[in-house]
């Protein structure tokens, strides 16, 4: 079984819709990251978060501790924003990030 | 704004072949990652390496595999004796502090694709 789950695996919206990417997790962890991954492969963080809600434009992110689970939502999507979602986690008492499978988002104008 | 760099950008090797490959972390940043991602697959842990030694690897980081900071700003992935198994994107990853009780973010490299044939 994956530590980390991510739904859906696609996600195909038009141009402005409110996107929403789950993550859960059945481990103990110290911290989430959020990462995107555009199609040149390169990885860019852009949350990390260990409890409560984080935002950065139209971005935002939170998590819930107890029930193992974390959102990203963006508002007013854009094509721009077409590119592979990745949870990851940081096992309690360890030093390795592990990933999910990743959403891979595409935005049609 | 600082970056994590990483050279060369494509590796294309043949297999029994050495490779090395070669990162740059944030020059402010203590904590040094390896991860790589098969076409396709989730990215994977590889090692982590705190003041000069290994301070976690995974099952893929077997023998074949080693790491080494030379110069204080350079940060590399050795791989021995390369199998076609071993294609696949290597990111290099760095943090300010350590990853263990309070964790910091990870910024993470553009990536080696390596290609082994």
């Known amino acids: 079984k994956n530590e980390v789950e991510q739904s859906p695996q696609n996600l195909t919206a038009q141009e402005g819709e409110f996107i929403t990417i789950n993550c859960s997790y059945s481990v103990g962890i110290s911290a989430l990251h959020w990462l995107q991954q555009h199609p040149g492969g390169g990885i860019v963080s852009l949350f990390m978060?260990?409890?409560g809600k984080k935002k950065h434009g139209r971005l935002i992110a939170t998590i819930n501790i107890q029930e193992k689970h974390s959102s990203l939502h963006i508002t007013a999507s854009h094509p721009r924003d077409s590119a592979v979602y990745i949870c990851?986690?940081?096992?309690?008492?360890?030093?390795?990030?592990?990933f999910g499978k990743g959403t891979k988002l595409t935005v049609n104008p | 704004e600082p970056e994590v760099t990483q050279t060369p950008s494509h590796q294309v090797t043949q297999m029994g072949q050495e490779v090395i490959l070669r990162c740059v972390p944030i020059?402010?940043?203590?904590?040094f990652y390896w991860y790589r991602q098969i076409l396709g697959q989730k990215v994977e842990f590889l090692v982590s390496?705190?003041?000069?030694?290994?301070?976690?690897k995974s099952e893929i980081f077997d023998d074949q595999f080693s790491v080494e900071r030379p110069d204080g700003s350079n940060f590399t992935l050795k791989i021995r004796s390369t199998k076609l198994e071993d294609s696949a994107m290597y990111f290099c990853a760095s943090s300010v502090g350590p990853g263990q009780g309070v964790t910091y973010e990870q910024y993470f490299g553009p990536g080696t694709r390596l290609t082994v044939t």
């Open positions: 990851a986690v940081w096992l309690g008492g360890s030093e390795k990030l592990v």
């Open positions: 390496f705190y003041n000069n030694e290994i301070s976690e």
């Open positions: 020059s402010n940043h203590l904590y």
């Open positions: 978060l260990s409890s």
